[in-house]
């Protein structure tokens, strides 16, 4: 064990003066420090590791002291495996560290085993870089573009959207006929995303027209509802009906805001807060380039600390659509398909909405046609797999 020369040693605003915090941190105390330097998991750190965490008690935490990114990636995974928990990350820069780490040995004192199983599965979606799941079998799930504007203009958003944006505001009675079917079809459940779905200028009648029926998660990045008639749209809606996704790319302001624009991580939190406070499920969205993942960390602590449940916390890769150059390739081959509706057409998937390739129709309706081009592609795709390779003799 090495020494720091910091002078704080627990809790929110734990290290040095100038550090971020990534993670608001509740109260906690460090029994000792380790500062790692340069050094990656696979050079030594995870030696001195183990020799530091296993010269304090249980429960008490090692504040690791970081200038190594990946070990913000390589650090979570380790100490589930371990047995430990992460329960704070800070830094004095989002992407430049150094990072400040703090290690709780075992499970927290007086830990029960289903408190301590709860806590290493807590450590281990720290550890994992995207969300993922099952495939969404066709027909359960409908996403319905409300607009295409936006308050905001992402630097890598998929349907292109910003102020300047075409809105293309979907038809109350259009999304109205489309969930009809969606439910006469055994549909159970609508997204609606843009574009900022509280601009459409009718997202209250367009929501009550879905929610009787099935329940609706809206996604939005939570900066335009604070006032005025978006805020008793808002209050008009269904909380047992009605979901909120909000996006939320990182605990600290540098990397949301280079993402979305100067101030936007601010009200994204107030925005949390408050649907949060008006009594909405939210659901948090981080969009995470592969290039930042070691900003994951700290940003599932803070939604942690939150009180944002495990479930409620999604981890999404940049796709390579519409503004962004980079990112997660999306084509048939390559993503399920997860139906998806626009005032003018019908999409494989509701990150491909301004790729001509992966448009399943030229009308949103009926939807029937929709799920019939789907599962011919589909079948397609199936057959051409289990077809398999034929030999080719050259001699
Ligand atoms: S990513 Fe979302 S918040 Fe950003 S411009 Fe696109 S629709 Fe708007």
Known sequence: MMPTGLPARGGAGAVESGSAPLASGAAWTSAAELDGGTQDCGSGLLLSLTVA????????????????RSVLVDLPAWARLAGHGLIDVRADDDRKGPWHLAIRRGAPAGASGAARADAAETASSKGLAFSRGEATPLGRRLWLYSNFHCNLACSYCCAESSPQAAPRLMPVDLAARAVDEFVALGGQEVLVTGGEPFLHPDLGDLVAAVHPKVPVTILTNAMVFGRGARRRTLESMDRDAVTLQVSLDSAGPTIHNDNRGAG??????????????????????????????????????????????????????VAAEGFADVGQHISLDTVEPEPTLTVDGAWWHPVAVTSGALKVADQPLPLA???????????????????????????
């Not at 601010?266 to 592969?290: D, N, P």
């Open 53 to 68: 965490m296993r010269a304090i008690g249980q429960g008490e935490v090692l504040l690791l002291h970081t200038a190594e």
């Open 264 to 317: 936007s991580h601010e009200r994204a939190l107030e925005g949390i807060s408050l649907a949060r406070g008006l009594g909405f499920r939210v659901r948090v969205a981080a969009t995470v380039m592969e290039s930042d993942l070691e900003s994951v960390p700290a940003l599932t602590c803070l939604l942690d600390e939150m009180g944002i449940p495990a479930e409620d916390q999604l981890v999404r890769p």
């Open 369 to 395: 046609e929709v799920y019939d081009v789907i599962r011919d592609v589909l079948s397609f795709q199936a057959a051409s797999s289990s077809e398999g390779r034929e030999v080719f003799r050259c001699t």
